[in-house]
């Protein structure tokens, strides 16, 4: 199932109104959805290519992935992360940002495929 | 084998009592009155003195070393145990935002708190010798706060506003921390603060943020 918003973030609460809608029920969920750090860099491993990077050190300055001398990104916070996924053929740009996702793409395959990876490696228990 | 335990616990306490201590008002003030009886020792011990510049030379000497150890013993005993120490820094930060942080202050972003970009960059030390947290994120005034990612091997209960972990295996992390204003808040509030407190062992604040 996908559920469309405007930024492409699918929050759990939209999730359930949808499910809501569907099944006539009586579902609630509160607040928002906190993904675990780790998870969002799976889901950055799992793009075809990584265009630009970019982390937060623990002092708070925004460092590109090739500034950080010690070669482990992985061990900082994602901030912004341009990837590419390529499916059947064609390539879509995505653009992660402090938890916000925007499919830079008008095809709804490719934006379909691009958000069950999404879910597949952020909601993943 | 009990000295070792002693030793590996030992340092990252003290360190977090250190960085908790040097960061506060008693510390500040008592360093250079301390430093003050020391020079004032020093002018009493001068040569040729008479006796009774003896004693206030001892005197002296025993004020300034009260000065400097007395207020850390008493804030070693008011906020023991030094399990836990939070530290920030703004995130992203324009040159504004450093001299804020100078002044104990951190700007929020207007909007709703899953659609904003992180203020904060929340540093964490945790002792070694426990095994899980419970830190929660709590808001006074029309604040909302929560944090962008659970850090390492932890999650984050919402409905609790709660970081969470069972089994640290990082005791030194950070997260970006997201604080937003409500956007229909016409302003008001004397109180607008984000605070982490630890709920899971000693039920005290470890970081109060306040909030532009």
């Not at chain 1, 708070?60 to 061990?75: C, M, T, Y």
Request: hydrophobic share 35%.
């Amino acid at each position: 199932m996908l559920v469309r918003t405007e930024r492409d973030r699918p929050k759990p609460s939209k999730i359930v109104s949808a499910i809501e809608e569907t099944l006539n029920g009586g579902f609630e969920i509160g607040g928002s959805f906190v993904p675990n750090q780790q998870k969002v860099w799976d889901f950055i491993d799992a793009a075809n290519k990584v265009i630009d990077l970019k982390v937060y050190t623990p002092h708070g300055e925004v460092k590109r992935a090739e500034e950080i001398a010690s070669g482990n990104v992985e061990q900082f916070s994602p901030k912004i992360a341009d990837i590419r996924f390529d499916h059947n053929g064609e390539s879509v740009e995505v653009e992660y940002r402090d938890n916000r996702l925007s499919i830079n793409s008008d095809n709804e395959e490719l934006r379909e495929y691009v958000i069950q990876i999404f879910e597949s490696t952020i909601f993943d228990a | 084998m009990i000295w070792r335990k002693i030793l590996s616990f030992l340092p990252r306490k003290v360190k977090i009592f250190g960085k908790s201590y040097t960061n506060t008002l008693r510390f500040k003030l008592s360093s250079p009155l301390s430093s003050g009886f020391w020079m004032l020792s020093a002018v009493a011990g001068a040569p040729n003195k008479p006796d009774y510049l003896q004693t206030v030379e001892l005197v002296l000497i025993l004020v300034a070393l009260a000065t400097l150890f007395v207020p850390a013993i008493i804030f070693w005993y008011n906020n023991q145990p030094f399990h836990i120490y939070i530290d920030w820094d703004p995130a992203d930060p324009e040159p504004i935002d450093r001299r804020l942080k100078d002044k104990g202050l951190v700007d929020s972003e207007k909007g709703d708190v899953s659609e904003v970009d992180p203020s904060a960059i929340i540093r964490v030390y945790i002792d070694k010798s426990i095994s899980g947290y419970k830190l929660k994120i709590k808001s006074r005034g029309s604040i909302e706060a929560e944090p962008v990612y659970g850090p390492p091997n932890s999650t984050f209960n919402s409905d609790t506003n709660t970081l969470e972990c069972d089994e640290i295996k990082d005791w030194k992390f950070y997260f970006p921390l997201k604080i937003a204003e409500h956007e229909e808040y016409e302003g008001g509030d004397l109180e607008r603060l984000t605070e982490i407190k630890d709920v899971g062992q000693s039920g005290r604040t470890l970081l109060t943020l306040e909030v532009l």
